[in-house]
T-cell receptor
Framework: DGGITQSPKYLFRKEGQNVTLSCEQN?????MYWYRQDPGQGLRLIYY???????QKGDIAEGYSVSREKKESFPLTVTSAQKNPTAFYLC?????????????????FGEGSRLTVL | KNQVEQSPQSLIILEGKNCTLQ??????????LRWYKQDTGRGPVSLTIMTFSENTKSNGRYTATLDADTKQSSLHITASQLSDSASYICVVRRLNSGYALNFGKGTSLLVTP
């Protein structure tokens, strides 16, 4: 079945450690995204990538890093510079971001990864 | 300032009853509006998309409406089921905005037996 796989589902980190969240998709989508979800807040965009070997910062990129070496994969690293990393992280993909296609841009989400800093 | 406001923040209804969730937005120029359902601890799933020319769209027991003049959308759930318990998120896309989306904070719905 086509979809997005995130791992791990739960992750605990000590302060000062970097952690990497995995995101793999087999939907053949060009665009991939990382969002952060906190209680009582809307989803906030961390990074997005429209094509292999290219990515752009979203609204809250500080303390995070990404790579896009393969179309299928878009891992997110939460670095020790992120001051408040405890959150639910969602990876998503879409068929494209072209403005001439209003029906594109539906986000297909993974199951999420919950990161807790101890 | 969040350009997408959802109400109510939370809602509890009895199984079998109907309910309506609201989404008001100020995003302009408007491209489309999607409603997503997010089960607890899971990723959101798209329920329906509304474009500028559409007033009503149904997906099973879910019916979304859009009034582009007043910038309001609603999601009506008919004959609620326990499995409808979830957070419902309104997402508005600005025309020619590329990747950028505007997320509401969601309405948390609990359906009780």
């Amino acid at each position: 079945d086509g979809g997005i796989t995130q791992s791990p589902k739960y992750l605990f980190r000590k302060e000062g450690q970097n952690v990497t969240l995995s995101c793999e998709q087999n939907l053949n989508h060009d665009a991939m995204y990382w969002y952060r979800q906190d209680p009582g807040q809307g989803l906030r965009l961390i990074y997005y990538s429209q094509i292999v070997n290219d990515f752009q910062k979203g609204d809250i990129a500080e303390g995070y890093s990404v790579s896009r070496e393969k179309k299928e994969s878009f891992p997110l690293t939460v670095t020790s510079a992120q001051k408040n990393p405890t959150a639910f992280y969602l990876c998503a993909s879409s068929t494209g971001t072209g403005p001439v296609h209003p029906l594109t841009g539906e986000l297909f989400f993974g199951e999420g990864s919950r990161l807790t800093v101890l | 300032k969040n350009q997408v406001e959802q109400s109510p923040q939370s809602l509890i209804i009895l199984e079998g009853k109907n309910c309506t969730l609201q989404c008001n937005y100020t995003v302009s120029p408007f491209s489309n509006l999607r409603w997503y359902k997010q089960d607890t601890g899971r990723g959101p799933v798209s329920l329906t998309i509304m474009t500028f020319s559409e007033n009503t769209k149904s997906n099973g027991r879910y019916t979304a409406t859009l009034d582009a003049d007043t910038k309001q959308s609603s999601l009506h759930i008919t004959a609620s089921q326990l499995s409808d318990s979830a957070s419902y998120i309104c997402v508005v896309r600005r025309l020619n905005s590329g990747y950028a989306l505007n997320f509401g904070k969601g309405t948390s719905l609990l359906v009780t037996p």
